[in-house]
């Protein structure tokens, strides 16, 4: 069970740490803005901002199992796996997520692939600072399986296009915050879910790194 106390660099004891917040490991090629991703799965839109060298000083997953926390490891950021407790709630795991986080004193937290719901717990810490990437329009597909649903909205000739959209995370809202940035995906007519997924995920990468540059100016515009 994860207990109440806090492990080293205020990371809950229950959960698994490559690094101390002390210890993290920023790109001599980024900006000073500090970058925590979140992330459930693959982490190819994590690759894509390592890749564009921003300061990602953290990154934690729900998911212990998730491939996005090989790609921290792999570029020397602290990895942190945070599992979901069956008999925790949501509220209280949220909190001590927002601790944890807050240990890396972070600009902005990036959900790349988070598959959970944010609750004021977390989301009242870290206010104008979380922003979401969705691979769908605004106002279009909330929530999982956006690529398929607008695929199968294509197919029955509701939409010619889909897309993909970054925007801030206010509240407990599902992918409906105010936008920051879209970039719109044709669909073609031979498109199956695979060759779709492909466009939209280029898409995504490339969004994400626009974005995360944006989010650097205006940090540096404000001083």
Not at 169 to 188: K, Q
């Amino acid at each position: 069970m994860l207990d109440s106390g806090r492990a080293r660099g205020g990371i809950p004891a229950g959960w698994k740490s490559g690094a101390r917040a002390d210890e993290t490991v920023v790109s001599e090629a980024g900006s000073g803005v500090r970058l925590v991703v979140l992330a459930s799965g693959n982490g190819s839109n994590l690759q894509a901002v390592l890749d564009a060298s921003a300061s990602v000083v953290a990154v934690f997953s729900d998911n212990g199992e998730a491939f996005a926390l090989d790609r921290a490891r792999r570029s020397g950021v602290p990895a942190i796996a945070a599992p979901f407790e069956k008999g925790r709630s949501r509220s209280a795991y949220d909190a001590a997520l927002a601790d944890a986080v807050a240990a890396y004193e972070p600009d902005y937290v990036l959900l790349l692939g988070w598959m959970r719901i944010l609750s004021a717990a977390f989301l009242s810490r870290f206010p104008g600072m979380v922003v979401n990437l969705h691979p769908a329009l605004p106002g279009m597909f909330p929530g999982t399986r956006a690529i398929g649903r607008s695929l199968d909205a294509y197919r029955a000739g509701r939409i010619e296009k889909t897309g993909v959209m970054t925007h801030f995370v206010p509240d407990e809202g599902v992918d409906s915050g105010p936008v920051i940035a879209v970039s719109d995906v044709m669909i073609l007519p031979e498109d199956d879910l695979a060759s779709l997924e492909a466009r939209v995920h280029e898409t995504e990468h490339r969004l994400i790194v626009e974005t995360v540059m944006s989010l650097v100016r205006e940090y540096e515009r404000r001083g």
